[in-house]
């Protein structure tokens, strides 16, 4: 009876060994040499090495230049008669192992291995991507930050030219006219009033355009834009070609706004950083999108372009992509040094609802 236990114990040992999917190896330790005695199907499989090239063998005979700690758990398992468990990189074959030693006679050990390389692999993709939603944040925060501090500049600058230009044209203006009534007037002093009022309407309506551009809403975008790079490019010595096609449906307003004002930072970069002397504006209407491609042949950006926080371009570059990101739209650059740049910003036709996230926007374009 004892016999036959013993065989049912054996057989089902042999059968868990041979069908387990975990790596089992059987030592035998003599004279401070491992060797090997057993390995089952799984072993082979996911070391790599045939059962005939390692029973009998040693195991630095089989394992010459693997790491010291699966020798050593081997050892320590016989000196302990206890469990030694280790978990580590093992470079022999591009795999993270977990094994767990134990005694099953005085000298002879039994290593069971867990194949975690998916697993480690995993926890560290989840941590780079952790890493990359704090650099995220904190880019954001920078973002944040710059914004208000430029909002704060646009109020400061905008305030000042009130002051400066049309603040005091018109302290002038009255003083003349105040002289005027007092005393009569030559045709020459009235023609001098009315160029003073001349000047501070074209003043005014400066910085209206740099507020808020009529011609967004009175005629559409693509008036506004050109209207835009004549303003913008023209003073400054930087040529410029624009092409809008026929866009038969204009697009929401907010997405007009929302490409206008990325499309003048764009040109405001370019003057600032590019040393460009031409630049090329396109409008391109697509099933249920538009695109506004800016290209100039200035310095150009380092290749691949990368949304980092940098003095060029991360208050424009980056935040045009955050600004395009949530509603479904995409900036794409395309740039090498000495040969210019191409930004492309895709923008849905239509502002999605509020909670509503937009799909992501093919880059290519119809005219």
């Not at 089902?12 to 999917?21: D, K, M, Q």
């Not at 939603?133 to 400061?156: H, I």
């Not at 070609?241 to 930072?265: K, P, S, W």
Request: with cysteine; proline share 5%.
């Amino acid at each position: 009876m004892k016999r036959q236990e013993k065989g049912l114990d054996e057989l089902s040992y042999r059968i868990f060994f041979e069908r387990t999917f975990d790596p089992i190896s059987l030592y035998e330790v003599e004279a401070g040499k491992v060797r090997f005695i057993d390995v089952n199907p799984a072993y082979e499989e996911i070391m790599g090495i045939p059962k005939e090239d390692i029973v009998g063998r040693t195991f630095l005979e089989v394992w010459p230049d693997v790491e010291p700690c699966w020798h050593d758990i081997i050892m320590k398992c016989l000196e302990t008669k206890g469990s030694v468990h280790c978990e580590s990189y093992c470079a022999s074959i591009g795999k993270y192992l977990e094994a767990i030693a134990f005694p099953i006679l005085p000298d002879r050990v039994s290593v069971i291995f867990l194949d975690r390389t998916r697993w480690k692999k995993s926890d560290e993709k989840l941590r780079e991507k952790q890493k990359e939603l704090l650099d995220y944040r904190e880019e954001l925060r920078e973002l944040a930050a710059q914004l208000t501090l430029s909002e704060e500049k646009t109020r400061r600058s905008i305030a000042g030219q009130i002051h400066d230009s049309i603040g005091h044209s018109l302290v002038t203006l009255l003083h003349k006219l105040q002289s005027l009534r007092e005393r009569g007037c030559s045709k020459e002093e009235l023609d001098n009033a009315i160029e003073s009022v001349e000047t501070v309407i074209a003043q005014s309506r400066e910085l209206i355009f740099q507020v808020s551009p009529p011609t967004l809403y009175d005629i559409g975008l693509n008036p506004a834009l050109e209207s835009l790079a004549e303003h913008l490019l023209i003073p400054r010595g930087i040529q410029y070609d624009f092409q809008g096609g026929n866009l038969v449906h204009q697009a929401d307003d907010r997405i007009c706004v929302l490409l206008y004002q990325m499309t003048r930072e764009l040109l405001i970069n370019v003057i600032k950083h590019a040393r460009a002397s031409h630049v090329s504006i396109r409008v391109h209407r697509g099933p249920g999108k538009i695109q506004v491609v800016v290209e100039d042949d200035g310095v150009g950006f380092p290749s691949p372009f990368t949304f980092k926080w940098g003095k060029l371009d991360g208050f424009g570059l980056f935040s045009i992509r955050e600004r395009l990101h949530p509603i479904g739209g995409s900036i794409q650059i395309i740039s090498e040094p000495g040969k210019g740049a191409t930004v492309a910003m895709t923008a849905p036709l239509n502002m999605p609802s509020h909670g509503e996230r937009g799909e992501p926007l093919d880059t290519a374009h119809n005219s």
